[in-house]
């Protein structure tokens, strides 16, 4: 008896390993464009980016993890340096006053409001100078699509 070999479908394996190295090089450039210009990693500006998303302007610690993919040290740590930097504060959750939310100031829209178009002008000759729009339009479908679906059970 023969044993499977891996991988049985190598255009998988390929695809994976292009999305990684892709998502990896691109934050690894969009990083030094945020840290030079802006003294700010990519992730303490997405933080400030989902913040400025969010309805009332404020989320809870909780759900900036989860928007950033990143464990509750990480949100703290990201946080505690927006916050010593003047760039966001920490207030009470309204609906449990036990938990934490962070909120955007002034000094973090204006922040913002420089770095969006730098990463705007980061993901056009990063990205949009080789994708063209229905090809951008048909990748992010089948990513979407591909994060629709419940992760599989380990």
Do not use: H
Not at 7 to 25: C, E, G, H, Q
Not at 84 to 105: F, I, Y
Not at 120 to 136: P, Q, S
């Amino acid at each position: 008896m023969s044993s499977p070999t891996f991988p049985t479908r190598p255009d998988l394996v390929s695809l994976f390993a292009a999305v990684v190295r892709t998502s990896k090089t691109l934050q690894a450039a969009l990083d030094a464009d945020t840290e030079a210009r802006l003294g700010l990693s990519l992730p303490e500006v997405d933080v400030l980016l989902n913040l400025s998303w969010a309805a009332d302007g404020k989320l809870r610690m909780s759900e900036i993890g989860e928007s950033l993919l990143v464990n509750r040290t990480a949100v703290t740590r990201l946080v505690d340096g927006l916050e010593l930097r003047g760039l966001v504060k920490r207030c009470p959750c309204e609906e449990d006053r036990r938990g934490v939310s962070a909120a955007l100031t002034e000094a973090g829209r204006g922040v913002l409001a420089e770095a969006i178009p730098l990463l705007d002008g980061g993901l056009a000759r990063l990205i949009g100078t080789y994708v063209a729009a229905d090809e951008a339009a048909a990748a992010r479908a089948t990513l979407e699509r591909i994060l629709a679906q419940d992760a599989p059970a380990s």
